[in-house]
Each structure stands twice: as structure tokens, then as C-alpha cells.
């Protein structure tokens, strides 16, 4: 997005792109998941962990099919799947300082 001169078309490559990495690392991490036996192996927890970056990874794939089509309108969504990649991290950093704050206290 910072070239100007950059076509619908590669900008919708380098979005499949980005969608199949994330795809790929909300995979691998299913599996280190699958593995576990403890308490982060809840239900609720991993869809917070895998549902919502595998559901925006989704959204950047399907807003890559929109980018040649309608770039104006791809544009719009591409505003909604970045919202939640912003809620899915700052979730992700709300359970970080959970866990620090946790693990000083059993320090103790």
C-alpha cells in the first residue's frame, strides 16, 4: 500500500500472500495446541487464539478476490479485517499482562 504506483492486482498477490502465512501459522499452532494438557487447552481460550486470526486471514484472502474487482470496495473491507487483527492482538496483550501479573504473584 505505501507504492503508489502498485496495481489492484499485486496488491491482491501480496494480500493471498499474507492470508496463507497467517493461515499457515494459526495451523501450526492448532497443532501445539493439540498437544497440550493444560489449562490453556479451554475451548473459549483457543477461539480466541485460533478463530479470530483464522477468521481474519480468511477475510484478507476474500478481500483478495475483491481487489481486482472492486479495489474502492475491497478497501472497505480491508478496514474491517484489519479491526480485527487489532482486537485479536490486543486481546493477545491483555492475556500477556494476565499471565505476568499472575506469575509475580505465585513468585512470591
Request: aromatic content about 10%; overall charge positive; glycine content about 8%.
Amino acid at each position: 500500500m505505501l507504492v503508489p504506483t502498485e496495481d489492484a492486482t499485486n496488491f491482491a498477490v501480496e494480500l493471498v500472500i499474507i492470508g496463507a502465512i497467517g493461515l499457515f501459522r494459526v495451523g501450526r499452532r492448532a497443532i501445539t495446541y493439540a498437544r497440550r494438557r493444560d489449562r490453556f487447552g479451554r475451548t473459549a481460550y483457543l477461539a480466541r487464539r485460533l478463530g479470530i486470526p483464522g477468521l481474519a486471514s480468511l477475510g484478507l484472502l476474500l478481500v483478495a478476490t475483491l481487489m481486482p474487482r472492486d479495489p474502492v470496495g475491497a478497501f472497505y473491507w480491508l478496514l474491517g479485517v484489519v479491526l480485527v487483527f487489532l482486537m485479536s492482538a490486543a486481546d493477545s496483550s491483555w492475556d500477556l499482562l494476565v499471565e505476568v501479573a499472575r506469575e509475580r504473584r505465585q513468585a512470591r
